[in-house]
C-alpha cells in the first residue's frame, strides 16, 4: 500500500437546510501499522480540489422528558453542582447527541447503505453493555467507509448542531471558560462543527479514520485515547493535566461521557438528554438537563 492520508474538512457556513432523523478488533497489517505515524494533518491539494464547501444545518428539537416508569431526581441542581458549573475553568463536550442531533457514524454507515446494523451496535457501546473498541470496530467493518464517502455525506447530509449549543458556548467563552469537544466519532465529521462553534483543532480529542492513497478505507487510528473504553476518561484527565485546571465539567449522554468523572478528570457529569435519553446514565449524573438553554441560564 503506498501510504496513508488523512482528510481534514473545508470550513462551513450556517444553514437552514433540515434533513431527516432517521468489532473483532481493526488488526492493521505491519506495513500499515509501520507507516502510522506518516499520516499527513491534511490532504494534498490535488486530493481537496473540487471538493465543495460544506454546510451545517442548523435544527430544532422538541426532547422527551419522561420515561415511563422511570422517576429521575436530578433534574435539579444542587448548590454544589450549581457552583462547580458557574465557575468551571473548562468544559468538554461530546459531540454526536450533544453538540449536534446525530450519531456521525450511524449517519455516515445509513449513507453507504448499512444503517439499521450500525445503529443496533451504537445502541450498545452508549450504553456501556460491550467495550467501545469491540463497536467501533465492528460497525466500521460493516460498511469500510471510503474516504469520496465521506466528504459525499458531510455535503450531502451535513451534521445538525443541536438548538443552544452555540449560544452556550459563546456564553462560555465570553466568561473565558476554556471549551473542548471529546468524542468517540471522527475527526473528519467534527472539524466542520469545530470550525463553525470558534473551536480549535487543539481542543478536539476524537477518533481518526485512515485512508490510503486511492482513498480506501484502512482503518482507524488505535493511538487515539477516544477509540477505546475509559479513553475519554483518559482524555480528560490528559486535558485537566496539560491545562492545571481546577474545575473541569464533562457534558454528554453515554456511558462513555459518564466514565470521565473521576478523580483526576471531571469533577461534575452533566446528562444532555435533548436528543437520546440513556436512563442508566442519566440516572448517575450529576445534574440531567434536556436543553441547552437550561445551562445557560444557569450561568
Given at each position: 500500500?503506498?501510504?496513508?492520508?488523512?482528510?481534514?474538512?473545508?470550513?462551513?457556513?450556517?444553514?437552514?437546510?433540515?434533513?431527516?432523523?432517521?468489532?473483532?478488533?481493526?488488526?492493521?497489517?505491519?506495513?500499515?501499522?509501520?507507516?502510522?505515524?506518516?499520516?499527513?494533518?491534511?490532504?494534498?491539494?490535488?486530493?481537496?480540489?473540487?471538493?465543495?464547501?460544506?454546510?451545517?444545518?442548523?435544527?430544532?428539537?422538541?426532547?422527551?422528558?419522561?420515561?415511563?416508569?422511570?422517576?429521575?431526581?436530578?433534574?435539579?441542581?444542587?448548590?454544589?453542582?450549581?457552583?462547580?458549573?458557574?465557575?468551571?475553568?473548562?468544559?468538554?463536550?461530546?459531540?454526536?447527541?450533544?453538540?449536534?442531533?446525530?450519531?456521525?457514524?450511524?449517519?455516515?454507515?445509513?449513507?453507504?447503505?448499512?444503517?439499521?446494523?450500525?445503529?443496533?451496535?451504537?445502541?450498545?457501546?452508549?450504553?456501556?453493555?460491550?467495550?467501545?473498541?469491540?463497536?467501533?470496530?465492528?460497525?466500521?467493518?460493516?460498511?469500510?467507509?471510503?474516504?469520496?464517502?465521506?466528504?459525499?455525506?458531510?455535503?450531502?447530509?451535513?451534521?445538525?448542531?443541536?438548538?443552544?449549543?452555540?449560544?452556550?458556548?459563546?456564553?462560555?467563552?465570553?466568561?473565558?471558560?476554556?471549551?473542548?469537544?471529546?468524542?468517540?466519532?471522527?475527526?473528519?465529521?467534527?472539524?466542520?462543527?469545530?470550525?463553525?462553534?470558534?473551536?480549535?483543532?487543539?481542543?478536539?480529542?476524537?477518533?481518526?479514520?485512515?485512508?490510503?492513497?486511492?482513498?480506501?478505507?484502512?482503518?482507524?487510528?488505535?493511538?487515539?485515547?477516544?477509540?477505546?473504553?475509559?479513553?475519554?476518561?483518559?482524555?480528560?484527565?490528559?486535558?485537566?493535566?496539560?491545562?492545571?485546571?481546577?474545575?473541569?465539567?464533562?457534558?454528554?449522554?453515554?456511558?462513555?461521557?459518564l466514565e470521565a468523572r473521576k478523580p483526576g478528570g471531571a469533577d461534575l457529569f452533566i446528562c444532555y438528554a435533548g436528543v437520546q435519553m440513556r436512563a442508566a446514565v442519566a440516572t448517575k449524573a450529576d445534574w440531567l438537563v434536556f436543553s441547552f438553554q437550561e445551562l445557560l441560564t444557569s450561568l
Amino acid at each position: 500500500m503506498a501510504g496513508l492520508v488523512n482528510v481534514r474538512i473545508n470550513p462551513v457556513c450556517p444553514s437552514h437546510y433540515l434533513r431527516r432523523s432517521p468489532l473483532p478488533t481493526v488488526i492493521f497489517s505491519p506495513s500499515i501499522s509501520a507507516r502510522l505515524p506518516e499520516i499527513s494533518l491534511s490532504l494534498s491539494s490535488s486530493i481537496m480540489r473540487g471538493i465543495r464547501p460544506l454546510t451545517l444545518a442548523a435544527a430544532s428539537l422538541e426532547p422527551a422528558k419522561t420515561i415511563s416508569g422511570t422517576h429521575f431526581d436530578n433534574t435539579q441542581p444542587s448548590k454544589e453542582v450549581l457552583d462547580i458549573w458557574r465557575s468551571a475553568d473548562a468544559v468538554c463536550f461530546d459531540v454526536d447527541s450533544t453538540v449536534c442531533l446525530d450519531e456521525g457514524i450511524d449517519e455516515l454507515a445509513d449513507f453507504c447503505g448499512a444503517g439499521k446494523a450500525v445503529a443496533e451496535w451504537t445502541t450498545k457501546a452508549m450504553t456501556g453493555s460491550v467495550p467501545f473498541e469491540e463497536a467501533l470496530a465492528a460497525r466500521l467493518s460493516l460498511f469500510n467507509p471510503s474516504l469520496s464517502q465521506v466528504q459525499d455525506c458531510l455535503e450531502k447530509r451535513p451534521p445538525r448542531i443541536s438548538p443552544g449549543i452555540a449560544d452556550l458556548i459563546k456564553k462560555l467563552k465570553a466568561k473565558n471558560t476554556d471549551v473542548f469537544l471529546v468524542s468517540g466519532g471522527f475527526r473528519q465529521m467534527i472539524n466542520p462543527v469545530a470550525m463553525q462553534l470558534g473551536i480549535p483543532s487543539e481542543n478536539i480529542f476524537a477518533n481518526q479514520l485512515l485512508f490510503g492513497n486511492s482513498g480506501e478505507f484502512l482503518g482507524f487510528d488505535t493511538t487515539e485515547p477516544t477509540s477505546r473504553s475509559g479513553g475519554k476518561a483518559t482524555a480528560v484527565q490528559q486535558i485537566r493535566k496539560d491545562h492545571d485546571y481546577k474545575k473541569l465539567v464533562m457534558i454528554g449522554d453515554g456511558a462513555t461521557d459518564l466514565e470521565a468523572r473521576k478523580p483526576g478528570g471531571a469533577d461534575l457529569f452533566i446528562c444532555y438528554a435533548g436528543v437520546q435519553m440513556r436512563a442508566a446514565v442519566a440516572t448517575k449524573a450529576d445534574w440531567l438537563v434536556f436543553s441547552f438553554q437550561e445551562l445557560l441560564t444557569s450561568l
